[in-house]
C-alpha cells in the first residue's frame, strides 16, 4: 500500500503563485507514476500533470502547460507541483495519485487519466480569486 497525504494549498489572487507537496509513504517502489488532478465543484476530474518518477517524462493539460512545472525528489518521496500565473480557473481541490505501472497498467499510455491510478491522496484546497 501507499499512503500518499498533500499540502500547500490554500487562496491566492489571479496572477499569484502555489506550490503543492505530496509525500508518499509506504510502499513507495509502487509510485512509478505520479500525478496531479483537480475537480472544481460540478466539474469532472481533470488530469493536470504527471510524471514518470524513473525516466522523468513528464505530462501537462494544456489549460496548465507553461504555468505548471511538476518535479518529483526521489530522496524524499515527495511529487510537487508550482503553479504559477493562477487563474480563477484554476480553483479546485488538488489530488496527487500514484501507480506502480503494473504491465497492463492503462497509466503507460494515458497518465493524465484518473481511472487508471491506483493510490490517491485526500486532496487539497485551492483557492483563485479575481
Known amino acids: 500500500q501507499v499512503q500518499l497525504v498533500e499540502s500547500g494549498g490554500g487562496s491566492v489572487q489571479a496572477g499569484g503563485s502555489l506550490r503543492l507537496s505530496c509525500v508518499a509513504s509506504?510502499?513507495?517502489?509502487?509510485?512509478?507514476?505520479m500525478a496531479w488532478f483537480r475537480q472544481a465543484p460540478g466539474k469532472e476530474r481533470e488530469g493536470v500533470a504527471a510524471?514518470?518518477?524513473?525516466?522523468?517524462?513528464?505530462y501537462y493539460s494544456d489549460s496548465v502547460d507553461g504555468r505548471f512545472t511538476i518535479s518529483h525528489d526521489m530522496k524524499t518521496n515527495t511529487l510537487y507541483l508550482q503553479m504559477n500565473n493562477l487563474k480563477p480557473e484554476d480553483t479546485g481541490m488538488y489530488y496527487c495519485a500514484a501507480d506502480p505501472l503494473f504491465l497492463g497498467s492503462p497509466v503507460r499510455v494515458k497518465p493524465l487519466e484518473g481511472s487508471g491510478y491506483k493510490y490517491w491522496g485526500q486532496g487539497t484546497q485551492v483557492t483563485v480569486s479575481s
Open positions: 509506504g510502499d513507495t517502489h509502487n509510485t512509478n507514476c
Open positions: 510524471i514518470f518518477t524513473g525516466g522523468g517524462s513528464w
